[in-house]
């Protein structure tokens, strides 16, 4: 059985009686993104990777959010990655903040890979990331960029594409 | 209701089953497709309310957990387009309103908290309301409340009653029509064979007919009755014929009888004749019979006199002059001694018997246990030393003269006493046989030298003897005596036996009433 984010993040803000951070929100976005996107089978072996690539904002969260909670039947792991070259054996990839001018590099390496990337530097989507964080009215919103994901061979659920603005490369900016 | 429909003709009798018929099929369907149709209703408006909830929980799965208000409340939005849901409202998986969708005027407040999960489904007056978990991955993350309006249904079942009426309208009005139809095909060759009937019936005309109907059962009766007239058509000229006949037999029959009759009143005045004859010769015959018994008995009492003189001076003579008589002398003595006792033995014996006609009877209540056993200590007495076993059984009592009655069992049971002289252990036996004619019947059974049947019917004969008086002492009156004893008290006397094998004599006499 899989206890839920929404459970973590309730009996958390149970516990402090405060509603869910920012990052703490942002840590159960990225669990739900795994449930609605769809790997190619021969990435389905071994645990199921989160990488954190850069400055780490999250904290406990994300450990906290993917602690017990497999996905696709298979068991998660959070790793925070010093070198670029281990991003490719992740299944998702946060960005962080602090990686902005990095961030050409990093998505011309990971181009074609089955890596699901997301960041919540301004504008991701659209310079070529898969999926973009925002905030809107204190709302974790996102963009998606169907292009790089489709390339990549990972499947968006519907369910997912419709919560989202979806967006296209900008390559002028 | 039963007296009623009787007098109605067979037309309105078709008809009338025509429409309780049909009123009753049209009736029992009906009945059976509302209830059939209302609770069709019901459960395809919940079937199809499930269905909505499990797409709208579907559709706001992802807007549940990306906690996306605004896309669950569009995907709400929805179901403007859904007739009767008027309401609509997604709760997260704590029950807290997420988002909600109501139908412009429709007036519905979605409650803040939910507490239920369902899925359930209930009616709320003109609304039904649903609650259906949204689940994910098996978890439940959320629930969905619809509440949708009845008006739709209640429009449908009103449109259903109505065709229903109508189409039993319709059914009706034709079943009538066609009963019209068909009641005329066999109604009227009834009227015919009613009318035929009744002129029949009226007029004595066996010679008209019904026109034939058509082949089925009414056809056969029309048929049937003609048949039955040609019938009493042919009866009645057989009948005529009958008559004449039988009034011709009646005549001759007549003449006969008188004839008979002429005969049986001639033969009647000679049957009257002979009795009148035979009345007189009876008569003289009683008065001759009555001189005879008056006549013995005088003489008997008579003879007695000059027999005890006989008898006086043969012993006299003994006594006084026996020295002067030589052997010869007293043995005449003794025979003529011997003579006079047996004479007045006889004459005492026939007194007795003419006694027996001739006293009047004293009817009473007779036992005839203590008499028997009286006579049998009587007999024993004279018994002169000689042992007999008596047996007597519980025996009756009796109507009858007292003192008669003991005379009979006193030769009944000397008589048996008599015949069993010659066997050293003779016994005899007093019982009851089966009643004759509602008579008792008493018997003496004795184991002496008994009779031969062939002359039983000389047994109760004055001065009859089957014995010869050297073998058997006796003067042949007792069984007579007991006869006549037994014939006064209107019962008969009857007798069985073979030689040497015993004799037994039964006497049937009429039982004491209770009351006496």
């Known amino acids: ?173 | 209701m039963r007296r009623w429909f009787g007098g109605q003709s067979i037309g309105a009798k078709l008809m009338w089953i025509a429409i309780l018929a049909s009123s009753t099929a049209l009736a029992s369907a009906g009945i059976v497709l509302a209830v059939h149709e209302a609770r069709y209703f019901r459960q395809s408006l919940v079937r199809r309310l499930h269905i909505h909830a499990e797409m709208i929980g579907f559709n706001t799965t992802s807007a549940l957990l990306f906690r996306d208000e605004p896309a669950a409340g569009s995907i709400l939005g929805a179901l403007k387009a859904s007739g009767d849901v008027y309401g609509a409202a997604v709760y997260d998986e704590n029950g807290r309103l997420f988002a909600a969708f109501t139908a412009p005027g429709a007036g519905f407040t979605p409650p803040p908290v939910l507490a239920e999960s369902g899925p359930a489904e209930r009616f709320e007056g003109d609304s039904l309301v649903l609650v259906d978990p949204i689940v994910f991955e098996g978890r439940r993350i959320g629930t969905i409340l619809l509440r949708a309006s009845l008006a739709q249904m209640h429009r449908q079942r009103w449109e259903f009653a109505w065709v229903l009426i109508v189409v039993s309208i319709v059914a009706l009005g034709v079943a009538l029509l066609m009963s019209r139809g068909y009641q005329r095909d066999i109604s009227r060759p009834i009227q015919a064979l009613a009318a035929t009937a009744r002129r029949v019936s009226e007029e004595r005309d066996g010679a008209v007919r019904v026109p034939a109907a058509g082949r089925d059962e009414v056809g056969e009766l029309v048929e049937a009755f003609n048949e039955m007239l040609a019938q009493i058509q042919r009866r009645d000229v057989q009948l005529e014929e009958a008559v004449h006949g039988l009034e011709r037999r009646v005549q001759e029959r007549t003449i006969d009888l008188e004839r008979e009759l002429e005969e049986r009143r001639r033969a009647e005045t000679e049957i009257a004749r002979l009795i009148g004859e035979n009345e007189l010769r009876l008569s003289e015959l009683t008065a001759l019979n009555r001189e005879i018994e008056a006549f013995s008995y005088s003489v008997s009492h008579d003879l007695r006199a000059p027999l005890r003189h006989i008898s006086g001076f043969v012993e006299l003579l003994r006594k006084q002059s026996a020295q002067a008589l030589d052997e010869k002398g007293l043995r005449y003595l003794s025979v003529i001694g011997d003579g006079a006792r047996r004479m007045g033995r006889l004459i005492d014996d026939l007194l007795a018997f003419s006694r027996t006609s001739r006293t009047e009877m004293v009817e009473s209540r007779v036992e005839l246990g203590p008499l028997v056993q009286d006579v049998i200590a009587e007999i024993g007495r004279d018994a002169g030393g000689r042992e007999v076993g008596w047996t007597v059984g519980a025996l009756p009592a009796v109507t009858g003269d007292r003192a008669m009655l003991r005379v009979m069992l006193m030769n009944l049971l000397a008589n048996a006493f008599k015949y069993t002289g010659k066997s050293a252990s003779a016994h005899i036996e007093v019982g009851v046989g089966p009643a004759d004619d509602g008579r008792a019947v008493v018997f003496v059974r004795d184991d002496g030298v008994g009779f031969d049947m062939r002359f039983a019917d000389k047994l109760f004969g004055v001065f009859q003897r089957l014995h010869k008086a050297e073998e058997f002492e006796g003067t042949g009156i007792g069984l007579a005596t007991v006869q006549r004893i037994v014939h006064r008290h209107g019962g008969r006397v009857w007798a069985q036996s073979a030689p040497g094998q015993g004799a037994t004599f039964f006497v049937s006499l009429r039982p004491a009433d209770a009351s006496t």
Not at chain 1, 43 to 62: C, I, R, T
Not at chain 1, 73 to 98: C, H, N, W
């Open chain 1, 1 to 173: 059985v899989h206890a839920s984010f929404l459970a973590a993040v309730i009996l958390a803000s149970a516990a402090i009686s405060q509603p869910p951070t920012e990052y703490e929100v942002k840590a159960a976005f990225l669990l739900n993104f795994a449930r609605f996107v769809e790997w190619p089978p021969e990435k389905g072996q071994g645990s199921f990777v989160v990488g954190v690539l850069g400055e780490d904002s999250f904290g406990p969260a994300l450990d906290r959010t993917f602690e017990g909670n497999g996905v696709a039947g298979r068991p998660s792991e959070v790793r925070r990655l010093p070198r670029l070259e281990d991003a490719s054996r992740t299944q998702i990839l946060f960005i962080g903040k602090s990686e902005e001018r990095r961030l050409p590099a990093i998505l011309a390496a990971l181009r074609g890979t089955p890596v699901l990337t997301v960041s919540d530097i301004p504008g991701f989507a659209e310079r070529g990331g898969m999926i973009g964080l925002r905030l809107e009215e204190r709302r974790v919103r996102f963009d998606i960029n169907p292009e790089p994901a489709a390339e990549s061979g990972l499947k968006l659920s519907s369910q997912l594409l419709k919560l989202a603005r979806i967006v296209s490369t900008k390559e002028a900016r």
